[in-house]
């Protein structure tokens, strides 16, 4: 990984990542978090922040499949991996089976964790595509959300997975 | 088995009859009654939806605001030359930069200042802010500000702040002492008297925090004289007054815009720091300025739930009629007012409402403390005197022998009846709501019946449907609304003040504009909460905008048609009467062949007329009563829920596993029956974590311990119970359509509900909150002692002594 230094000496580097299908290779700091260099740096601002802290998952994007909270991943870590983002789960204008089923199940309120949410859904159904309802709370119990209590949310996973059946 | 009245009491409520029209025979609703999806969802699945932190601005800057690390100190000295020397940082205010007139949410006691000018009040209280090209660049100047402090002795325990020695706060306001309520309403000492029974507990409520999954965000930019605020704010309207008020600027110079919301329940209700302090930083900078709190600094500002001190004592018939009721309470108000006199208020105004009972006396203390401050979180000032009371009658009806739930039907308020305080109170349906929660939860066969360490139990809850009066005096109407028909009749916008912060009032009320209008609503858009663009309204508080912003919204609708109408009469050559209009078809009453869609009526009128337009306003009937704190409570509708839950308790742990959860709830016509269940959900699952895990806790130094949502315990998916929300046929008359409030009332039950289940599974009473395993496991280890267990106590053993 190519690295160079500023005026203070402090050492940035260019990493290479797929984001959404999309490749970049922006120019970060060793303590650049991909929650932020996905939000300030690429202006993909559908990744939310509500702790910073691992807490509340509202960062949530897919790193290689798997669900990550964006606010604990450095942007260094992420170098050569592919991220999807929720700007990435609707594919030319469609929207994903999950997402169609979140507004059908009225499973939105304020939309904070919505993006975490519908992304932590995804990567449930592709590695479990039959989930039972005790598994699709598991999958989202990182993910908070204030508003909803999780019944509509939980309906509407069950739900998306049920197309696919 | 009813007893007679006793001599010289009055035993129930004084009946009263509204003058509005009675509800309509034909209730063939076109658009509301149905589960459209929400206005926004698309936006908000797609992560298109902006929210105030995803903005950005050419030139921005980032600021963020520096706080007290003492819970209660002078300021010797403020430094800020060496933060004023790191590259990057733009300006570093302090108290002597910015307005020092002191304001509030609460017009009767505006006790804060922009930046803390002689003594600081809890760890969190502000103290200076910066602007500088970058959010690292802000922590850098943050640390370099030097501040000297003399520690002062302070005030944490809110059960000693009126103590004649303890430290004072605000000098103005003695003994700590920041609202006194009496009020006595009927005779309560004579009720008592002529009681069969009176009985006295004491309960204690819990400081919780609002923890809204977004935090708060505001970016401040001048444009000339002009100040343009972008904020997550629950009411655009009281921001721009405030800000304006502060300032010295006209309100039309302000202007406050509402983006996407992330949750507010109540925490996003009035200005803070950021908005202050950022304007002051953008016109210093000539720069827009975005500052923000992260969760920590979420925590410290709070404005969430008062913790409550709550004695009850009450006296009952043998039958468990109550005769008369006496609330003394005393109240955790934190360092400043926020909105905390209206909580101080409600907390004791709104325990008349689910029982009828016409003697009642409440006294509370709301005193100042060095904590962060505590303000209106969802059921505002209600919820925990209602988990008290709840329990209390519980305790009653023990004692009595009379079943929960049958005391509740015996004292269970009627409609049409006005409470002692002087609310009156329309649609009632509180005796249905608690017979369906005992029919659908299977009641007859649980009680008493379950295996052990299973219980049931009940409770009720009833909420104002948008307060009576505004925060501060104006005699603006209460919502305003505007619909502005698209040239060709393809699309209708909707203007209006009203604030959606996920509860969905976007959708609901395009909902009542495509109902009154004749239209659809799927060619509805809107416009709201901007104070620049759309019309007046005082924001989502208090339950308000289904009612009162409906109301507003329907006159526009009304008045769009009936314009359309007059149009389509002269097009087709018939009196507007004989025509009607509905999902965007026009047709003749009583000649189906004659139609005539929305689109050409419309368009027809544009060409001929100009914009075809409609505008609506909304003010509630002049309520209440002429006592002192008389306005707050009162309400042009009330909504009523009775909630039955079954929990498990493990034993050995104290666990509550809370199993199943019936709501059923009174809330008149239903606009969407999606989002109103889903705000049961939301409702019950804050009450849940309220009754069970959620409390803000301090150290011995007033330092919040637990300023993370992992911490706090926030509940997640795999605590929540199996919910059941259903609702009773009610219909409100003084409400567009016959609606009422749901979004707040739901949190009202929970907690005493859940309370009194354990009481019934182990016959323990747990009385505080949060009703943790530690709590229930102490309470059940004193009741084996009383009974004579022999039990090992591990803290005798030695190996826990030092
Ligand atoms: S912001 Fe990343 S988990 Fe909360
Ligand atoms: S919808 Fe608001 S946090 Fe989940």
């Not at chain 2, 409440?362 to 060095?370: A, S």
């Not at chain 2, 004989?578 to 544009?606: H, M, W, Y």
């Not at chain 2, 567009?736 to 309370?755: H, I, N, Q, S």
Request: one cysteine or more; glycine letters at 10%; charged letters at 25%.
């Amino acid at each position: 990984m190519q690295a160079i230094a500023d005026k203070q000496g402090v050492k940035r580097y260019i990493i290479s990542l797929t984001v959404n299908g999309d490749e970049y290779s922006p120019v970060i700091k060793g303590n650049t978090l991909l929650v932020n260099l996905l939000r300030d740096g690429l202006d993909l601002t559908g990744t939310k922040k509500g702790c910073e802290l691992g807490d509340c998952g509202s960062c949530t994007v897919l790193m290689d499949g798997k669900p990550v909270d964006a606010c604990l991943v450095l942007a260094l870590e992420a170098d050569g991996c592919e991220i999807i983002t929720i700007e990435g789960v609707a594919q030319h204008g469609e929207l994903d089976r999950l997402q169609r089923s979140f507004i059908d199940n009225a499973a939105i309120q304020c939309g904070y964790c919505t993006p975490g949410m519908i992304l932590s859904a995804k990567a449930l159904l592709a590695r479990n595509p039959h989930p039972t309802e005790p598994e699709v709370r598991a999958a989202i119990a990182g993910n908070l959300c204030r508003c909803t209590g999780y019944v509509n949310i939980v309906k509407a996973v069950l739900d998306a997975a049920e197309v696919t059946a | 088995m009813s007893q007679p009245t006793p001599a010289g009491l009055k035993s129930s409520a004084r009946t009263y009859t509204h003058p509005g029209l009675p509800e309509p025979a034909d209730k063939d609703y076109a658009v509301i009654g149905k589960s459209k999806p929400k206005i926004d969802a698309r936006e908000k699945v797609t992560g298109q939806a902006r929210y105030t932190a995803d903005l950005k601005f050419p030139n921005m800057l980032y600021g963020k605001i520096l706080t007290s690390p003492h819970a209660h100190a002078r300021i010797l000295s403020i430094d800020t030359s060496e933060a004023e020397k790191i590259p990057g940082v733009k300006a570093v205010i302090t108290h002597k930069d910015v307005p020092t007139l002191k304001y509030g949410i609460s017009p009767a006691r505006w006790d804060e200042n922009i930046f803390c000018i002689e003594t600081v009040k809890f760890v969190g209280d502000k103290v200076a802010a910066v602007a500088c090209i970058d959010e690292e660049t802000c922590y850098k100047a943050l640390k370099a500000i030097k501040v000297e402090y003399e520690v002062l002795p302070a005030v944490l325990d809110p059960l000693h702040a009126m103590d004649e020695d303890a430290p004072q706060i605000h000098p103005e306001y003695p003994l700590n002492k920041n609202t006194e309520i009496h009020q006595n309403f009927g005779d309560v000492d004579e009720a008592f008297r002529q009681a069969d029974y009176v009985r006295t507990d004491m309960f204690v409520g819990n400081r919780t925090y609002q923890a809204p999954m977004e935090p708060h965000t505001a970016t401040s930019i001048w444009q000339g004289g002009k100040l343009t605020v972008y904020s997550s704010t629950q009411s655009p309207h009281y921001f721009q007054y405030y800000i304006a008020r502060e300032f010295g600027l006209p309100m039309g110079d302000v202007r406050v815009i509402k983006t996407y919301v992330g949750g507010g329940f109540g925490g996003k209700l009035e200005p803070t720091g950021l908005e202050f302090a950022g304007a002051v930083l953008a016109r210093l900078t000539g720069r827009p300025v975005k500052m923000f709190y992260d969760r920590a600094e979420m925590f410290a500002h709070n404005r969430g739930r008062h913790r409550q001190y709550m004695k009850l004592t009450t006296g009952v018939n043998a039958d468990g009629r109550i005769l008369g009721v006496h609330a003394d309470f005393i109240m955790d108000g934190g360092a400043y007012t926020s909105l905390g006199i209206a909580t101080a208020y409600y907390a004791g105004a709104m325990l008349t409402l689910t029982y009828d009972f016409e003697n009642y006396r409440f006294d509370m203390n709301r005193v100042y403390t060095n904590l962060p401050a505590c303000g209106a979180q969802r059921g505002h000032g209600a919820p925990q005197p209602r988990y008290a009371f709840e329990a209390h009658l519980d305790n009653i009806a023990k004692d009595l022998d009379i079943d929960p739930l049958e005391i509740r039907l015996r004292n269970a308020r009627k409609p049409n009846t006005i409470t002692p305080n002087e609310f009156v109170v329309n649609s009632c349906e509180m005796v249905a709501c608690l017979e369906q929660a005992r029919d659908i939860s299977g009641w007859a066969d649980k009680k008493g019946k379950l295996p052990a360490g299973r219980g049931i139990g009940v409770a009720t809850g009833s909420f104002v449907s948008g307060a009576g009066y505004p925060i501060y005096r104006t005699d603006l109407p209460h919502a305003a609304a505007m619909i502005k028909v698209a040239e060709d009749g393809t699309a209708a916008t909707l203007y209006t003040g009203a604030t959606d912060i996920g509860q969905g009032s976007d959708t609901v009320l395009c909902q009542m504009a495509a109902e009154a209008m004749g239209y659809t609503y799927e060619q509805m858009k809107i416009v709201a909460a901007d104070t620049e663009t759309t019309p007046h309204d005082f924001g989502a508080y208090a339950s308000r905008q289904t009612l009162m912003s409906g109301a507003a919204v329907k006159e526009a609708g009304d008045e769009v048609r009936k314009q359309l109408l007059e149009m389509a009469g002269e097009m087709v050559d018939l009196p507007p009467e004989r025509l009607s209009v509905r999902l965007g078809r026009i047709s003749a009453k009583d000649n189906p062949e004659i139609t005539l869609t929305f689109e050409e009526a419309a368009r027809t009128f544009f060409v001929q007329k100009g914009p075809l337009m409609g505008r609506g306003s909304y003010a509630p009937p002049k309520l209440g009563g002429k006592h002192k704190g008389a306005p707050v409570g009162t309400s042009p509708a009330y909504s009523f829920a009775a909630q039955v839950s079954e929990v498990e308790i493990d034993e050995e742990t104290g666990e509550v596993a809370v199993l199943d959860v019936w709501d059923v709830h009174d809330c008149g016509q239903v606009i969407n029956p999606a989002l109103l269940h889903a705000q049961v959900h939301g409702a019950l699952y804050m009450g849940m974590g309220e009754s069970i895990w959620e409390e803000v806790r301090f150290d011995a130094k007033g330092k919040i311990q637990n300023p993370t949502l992992g911490e706090y315990r926030l509940p997640t998916a795999l605590d929540m119970p199996r919910i059941h929300s259903s609702l009773v046929p009610s219909y409100e008359i003084a409400g567009p359509w016959g609606v009422k409030e749901v979004g707040e009332g739901a949190t009202l039950p929970t907690m005493g509900c859940f309370r009194n289940a354990i009481f019934d599974a182990m016959g323990i009473s747990v009385n505080s909150l949060p009703l943790t395993p530690e709590k229930v496991w102490a309470a059940l280890r004193e009741k084996r002692k009383a009974n004579g267990e022999d039990i090992w106590d591990p803290m005798a053993c030695e190996c826990f002594l030092e």
